[in-house]
């Protein structure tokens, strides 16, 4: 029996990320970056900061020691070649309004602009403006961010209360995702030259040729075996 094997080679991808959210002494600290007691303070969560490529996780935006506002708006900023929002979800202050252009569209723009509107001010303090359900499209390390509303950023984080007055909260940080590949997917290898029931009369040269691949790394070499006798390798493509 003719057997093949394909080996692959694989890169050293060691990843390092940092992301902790805790409260101490009276102060919020939210990825390692902190805001003073009892300041405005938008920050980011994540239900895991470490999916595998094509699971989905989930982004909240969460609000501290918010004073009554009536309408709000909120910016998320993602790098669109490592995830891509999938769903908006209404958070604890349900004057909710999602996004509304078209998922290709916010995805391609790497923004989520949201918001909410009430017809007057609600009682402020803790809660959270949105959740937002990303998948993860490729490995490695990547951010998702917000900020505050500026000349530069018209959409970003801003509370409105009922006079007009616009609140501008402190941001906590960057949310830090570290996406992982989900495993070591084998390489796939065939046989491709001689076809199979190809028949030959001996004494013959037979020249055997095979086609690898490896979807999330490369070949490094193609072993040809009869039975468990090798019978010789190659490197590179096509393999014979």
């Known amino acids: 029996m003719t057997g093949l094997w394909a080996e692959k080679r694989e890169e050293d991808k060691t990843m390092k990320y940092r992301g902790f959210a805790c409260r101490l002494a009276g102060c919020l600290l939210a990825l390692g970056v902190g805001a003073a007691a009892g300041e405005t303070t938008v920050s980011l969560t994540a239900s895991t900061t470490t999916p595998n490529v094509n699971d989905t996780f989930t982004v909240t935006v969460n609000l501290a020691d918010a004073p009554p506002f009536a309408n709000w708006q909120a910016l998320l900023k993602f790098d669109k070649t490592k995830v891509e929002l999938t769903a908006q979800a209404t958070g604890t202050f349900n004057t909710f309004v999602p996004d509304s252009r078209a998922l290709a569209t916010i995805n391609a723009s790497g923004e989520v602009r949201s918001g909410g509107f009430g ?14 359900t990303f998948k993860a499209l490729a490995a490695g390390s990547t951010q998702i961010t917000t900020e505050q509303k500026s000349a530069g950023s018209p959409f970003g984080d801003v509370l409105i209360q009922q006079n007009g007055t616009e609140v501008l909260p402190a ?11 989900g495993g070591n997917v084998p390489p796939t290898v065939s046989i491709t030259s001689p076809s199979s029931g190809a028949t030959f009369t001996a004494p013959a040269n037979i020249t055997i040729t095979a086609n690898a691949a490896d979807s999330d790394g490369s070949i490094a070499k193609v072993e040809f075996f009869n039975g468990s006798t090798k019978l010789g390798e190659d490197t590179t493509s096509p393999y014979s």
């Open 119 to 132: 017809l007057s001010n609600n009682g402020g303090g803790n809660g959270t403006l949105g959740v937002f």
């Open 171 to 181: 941001i906590a940080g960057p949310l830090n995702i570290t996406i992982g590949s």
